[in-house]
């Protein structure tokens, strides 16, 4: 670093600093730099992530599953025997085995339409 043996212009710097003070932004400083950040982002308009076509779909197989569990009942029961174990019995309702192969369909479903829409979110197609 070099030093300045000069009292002169070193007087002449700190006298031209005070006289002109820290610099001070315009009072809509904020206001413009925050227009031009703003400006800059691209705004994505709002797409939900089921259609209404697709609520329309989820609405009529929810219907269609409730009325047919309505009207077509059965008192039919499903005995899983696990002779390997003589104390245990289980009786399941039919109604049961149909929910449990709903669910597993919907997440076998499920997870590669979700893939999909987030590998191509990701691609930016």
């Given at each position: 670093?070099?030093?300045?043996?000069?009292?002169?212009?070193?007087?002449?710097?700190?006298?031209?600093?005070?006289?002109s003070g820290p610099?001070?932004?315009s009072p809509d400083f904020v206001h413009h730099v925050m227009q031009r950040v703003g400006g800059e982002q691209?705004?994505?308009?709002?797409?939900?992530?089921?259609?209404?076509?697709?609520?329309g779909i989820?609405?009529?197989?929810?219907?269609g599953i409730v009325l047919l569990s309505l009207f077509f009942?059965?008192?039919?029961?499903?005995?899983?025997?696990?002779?390997?174990?003589s104390f245990l019995k289980v009786s399941v309702n039919t109604s049961l085995?149909?929910?449990i192969?709903?669910?597993?369909?919907?997440?076998l479903v499920q997870i590669p339409i979700l893939k999909?829409?987030?590998n191509r979110k990701m691609s930016g197609v």
């Open positions: 670093m070099m030093s300045y043996n000069d009292p002169h212009k070193e007087e002449l710097i700190r006298k031209a600093v005070k006289e610099e001070k932004p691209e705004q994505l308009p709002y797409k939900p992530l089921i259609s209404g076509s697709g609520w989820i609405a009529a197989v929810t219907t009942t059965t008192e039919w029961n499903w005995t899983v025997d696990l002779s390997f174990l085995w149909f929910s192969g709903v669910i597993l369909l919907l997440i999909i829409y987030h």
